[in-house]
């Protein structure tokens, strides 16, 4: 009867998971064939979600097959080849597996006493991050769930380092009372850290804006005296341009002022990791604390962010608890000293798996292929007569097709007409289409393709226009 039982109770999960492996099988396979958007139809369909919440249990197998038949056509290829909307590139199929491995492992990777495994290839995923990304090698991490929240622990740490050096134990007593922080952006700067220093009772707006260049990059001869305790957000990739603050010059300046710097790389910081492209982010092992995703660049599955701080007693003043029920451990790296959470998934797994399958050749050539694509629409719209609003350093491209409005009417075909999908922004003034280049399963014939689609749809719409 046990036995019984038991056979029964493993042959369903055998059915569920290999039935749900089929399902996203043939969801990736079609990522290269379906519409970038989601059919009209498939939209309708999603009311069939609205029902009432059953009484009785349904068949695990029902369920999965519902969200297959619902949700799989209504979704937007964000994972496929031609999605060049935001910086979010696809998941990497080993990334993909690996994060099916670590949910049916499902450690909770916050003590290392409870999950040494996951604790122990999230600290192994740490120091090869470090190496590739140019940093100090002994700098602490955090794996959280992306660069917003990276920002917020780095930035954490920054307010516990900063004002330490008042004297004021912020992570004891808070900030009423404590002495102000002077906190300088570069006017381009995103708005996640701008919510992370809200977050953090630093304030949106208390914040002293310095001038950026015509690409969006701080002018660190512009930072003006900020009086301490002070810290200095810059970026490195500005999500319209790419452009990447000049890093080393910012450091120098924040250095002779006595504050702390915290880099905003979301995408940018993986510039480090192509040879080639490596020049942009030159100086960047002289910051404080670094922000940066790997749910963009590095193509693992949501939610991937990484925050890294040089000085690790200040990360984990800001982060680690005690209580008598929570194991502890000497001379092993406790996961959750560093991260808001507490309980959490292990998300460095799909980290490991990315960087240990792609190898410092494969992640540099991820890089540098979407960046050499980023180059090839550019020049080819460019060379169509349309007007390329950035210097495209990066895997960034803003392209104007004239006015505003012909540009957004052009975005709106061409995301309407599926091939590809791009965005609109606007840059410094300028209403443009904006081109991402992220993933790793873009091919030439992809950007082929989705040039074509461009440059058809823009002609139908600028015929006749005399200039640009
Ligand atoms: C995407 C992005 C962020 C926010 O990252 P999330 O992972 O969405 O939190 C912050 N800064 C820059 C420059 C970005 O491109």
Redesign the pocket.
């Known amino acids: 009867m046990i036995a019984d039982l038991d056979t029964r109770k493993n042959q369903n999960i055998k059915n569920i998971l290999q039935t749900t492996a089929e399902y996203a099988i043939r969801y990736l396979r079609d990522l290269d064939t379906r519409k970038v958007i989601p059919a009209q139809d498939a939209i309708t369909n999603l009311t069939q979600l609205d029902e009432p919440l059953s009484y009785e249990p349904v068949d695990p197998e029902l369920v999965l097959h519902k969200l297959d038949k619902i949700i799989s056509p209504a979704t937007m290829a964000i994972a496929g080849p031609r999605f060049f909307g935001f ?1 979010n590139g696809g998941s990497l199929p080993v990334t993909i597996a690996a994060n099916w491995l670590a949910t049916a492992w499902d450690q909770d990777c916050g003590l290392y006493k409870i999950t040494p495994a996951t604790a122990l290839l999230e600290q192994v995923a740490l120091r090869w991050l470090l190496d590739v990304l140019r940093l100090p090698p002994d700098c602490a991490g955090a794996f959280v769930t ?4 990276a920002s917020f622990t780095a930035l954490a740490a920054a307010r516990h380092a900063v004002l330490k050096r008042e004297g004021w134990n912020v992570d004891a007593d808070g900030l009423f009372g404590a002495p102000p922080i002077t906190v300088a952006v570069g006017e381009e700067v ?1 708005p ?1 850290v701008l919510k992370a220093l809200g977050l953090l009772g630093l304030g949106r707006n208390r914040v002293v804006k310095v001038p950026v260049d015509t690409q969006g990059r701080m002018r660190p001869e512009a930072i003006p005296t900020l009086t301490l305790p002070a810290i200095i957000c810059a ?1 490195v ?1 500005n ?1 319209n341009t790419g452009a990447c603050d000049p890093v080393a010059a910012i450091c120098e300046r924040a250095r002779e002022l006595g504050a702390w710097v915290h880099i ?1 790389g ?2 940018g910081l993986w510039a480090g990791a192509a040879p080639s492209l490596a020049h942009l982010t030159a100086g960047i092992e002289n910051a404080d604390s670094w922000a940066t ?1 790997a ?2 660049w590095l193509n693992v599955p949501y939610d991937s ?1 990484l925050a890294f701080v040089r000085d690790g007693n200040a990360l984990r003043a800001a982060m680690a608890i005690t209580a008598d029920f929570l194991p502890t451990v000497t001379n092993q790296r406790n996961p959750s000293d560093y991260t808001p959470e507490f309980s959490r998934r292990a998300r460095g797994v799909e980290v490991w798996a990315a960087l240990r399958s792609l190898g410092r050749s494969g992640l540099a050539d991820l890089i540098e292929r979407t960046c050499c694509y980023a180059r090839q629409f550019a020049k080819e719209l460019q060379a169509a007569g349309y007007q390329i609003l950035n210097d495209v350093v990066l895997n960034q491209v803003l392209v104007s097709f004239g006015s505003a409005e012909t540009t957004l009417q052009i975005i709106a075909e061409l995301q309407s007409e599926g091939t590809c999908w791009c965005g609109v922004t606007v840059w410094q003034g300028q209403t443009a289409m904006r081109i991402s280049v992220s993933c790793w399963s873009t091919t030439d014939a992809d950007v082929e393709r989705s040039l074509e689609v461009m440059l058809r749809v823009a002609e139908k719409y600028c015929r006749g226009a005399s200039q640009f």
């Open positions: 910086v992306g660069a917003t929240m995103h996640s970026q990739g999500v905003d979301a995408f995703d749910h963009k962010g």
